[in-house]
């Protein structure tokens, strides 16, 4: 399996992002790459990996759901209580990246991270399916349970007690505010396009990166 992972190769596009075309705001071309994503049908095009450290530096990383991308940062939710949570708690810094391969194209954004307000996880709260709000009061997120059985009983449980009425105080928001986004391109030969953003006060230096 090792020699046959080696060998895989997929050749990237001929064209790929210069300066001109990245411009000078890296929040409206990240909008613009999110768009072209959703209509170009690529699948769950808001997956995103989410990597959080602890107080310590110990990292830990898994996809979450980009719910929402302006010039204040990106949004995600979970349980505050999850591992991811409890970093957050420790160590207020996060990364993330989008990857839509058939675009061959990734998305880098790092920055801190703070809670949404709770009119605003209200609001994302109220919006979700009702099984999905049932399931953020019952599921005691990243914390060991005994089985499957435990699970299910939990969400009936919660089910009964009406729990998709309001949004539990455990649960919510956070909101990356980007001090860094990265945009790859790949190209042909692995000589790929990387530009970077950082944020310099209210402005933004760019530049580019060797592949």
Same mark, same amino acid.
């Given at each position: 399996?090792?020699?046959?992972?080696?060998?895989?190769?997929?050749?990237?596009?001929?064209?790929?992002?210069?300066?001109?075309?990245?411009?000078?705001?890296?929040?409206?071309?990240?909008?613009?790459?999110?768009?072209?994503?959703?209509?170009?049908?690529?699948?769950?095009?808001?997956?995103?990996?989410?990597?959080?450290?602890?107080?310590?530096?110990?990292?830990?990383?898994?996809?979450?759901?980009?719910?929402?991308?302006?010039?204040?940062?990106?949004?995600?939710?979970?349980?505050?209580?999850?591992?991811?949570?409890?970093?957050?708690?420790?160590?207020?810094?996060?990364?993330?990246?989008?990857?839509? =391969?058939?675009?061959? !194209?990734?998305? @880098?954004?790092?920055? /801190?991270? #703070? &809670?949404?307000?709770?009119?605003?996880?209200?609001?994302?709260?109220?919006?979700?399916?009702?099984?999905?709000?049932?399931?953020?009061?019952?599921?005691?997120?990243?914390?060991?349970?005994?089985?499957?059985?435990?699970?299910?009983?939990?969400?009936?449980?919660?089910?009964?007690?009406?729990?998709?009425?309001?949004?539990?105080?455990?649960?919510?928001?956070?909101?990356?505010?980007?001090?860094?986004?990265?945009?790859?391109?790949?190209?042909?030969?692995?000589? =790929?396009?990387?530009? !970077?953003?950082? @944020?310099?006060?209210? /402005?933004? #230096? &760019?530049?580019?990166?060797?592949?």
């Amino acid at each position: 399996m090792s020699d046959e992972l080696a060998r895989m190769r997929t050749e990237y596009a001929r064209v790929g992002l210069d300066e001109g075309t990245a411009g000078d705001d890296p929040v409206a071309l990240a909008q613009t790459w999110i768009s072209e994503a959703v209509a170009a049908g690529v699948h769950e095009p808001n997956a995103m990996a989410l990597a959080t450290a602890t107080a310590a530096g110990e990292p830990s990383v898994r996809i979450v759901l980009l719910k929402g991308f302006d010039a204040s940062g990106a949004v995600f939710f979970t349980n505050y209580d999850s591992r991811k949570g409890r970093e957050l708690a420790e160590n207020p810094r996060a990364a993330a990246v989008l990857l839509w =391969h058939p675009l061959h !194209r990734q998305l @880098r954004i790092e920055g /801190a991270v #703070t &809670r949404l307000e709770a009119h605003e996880s209200d609001a994302y709260f109220a919006a979700r399916p009702e099984g999905a709000r049932i399931s953020a009061a019952a599921s005691p997120q990243s914390h060991v349970v005994e089985g499957r059985d435990e699970l299910d009983r939990r969400w009936h449980e919660a089910e009964r007690g009406g729990a998709a009425d309001h949004r539990p105080e455990g649960w919510g928001g956070y909101r990356i505010a980007p001090e860094v986004l990265e945009f790859w391109h790949g190209r042909e030969n692995r000589l =790929h396009d990387r530009i !970077r953003f950082t @944020r310099d006060g209210d /402005a933004w #230096t &760019r530049d580019r990166l060797a592949p």
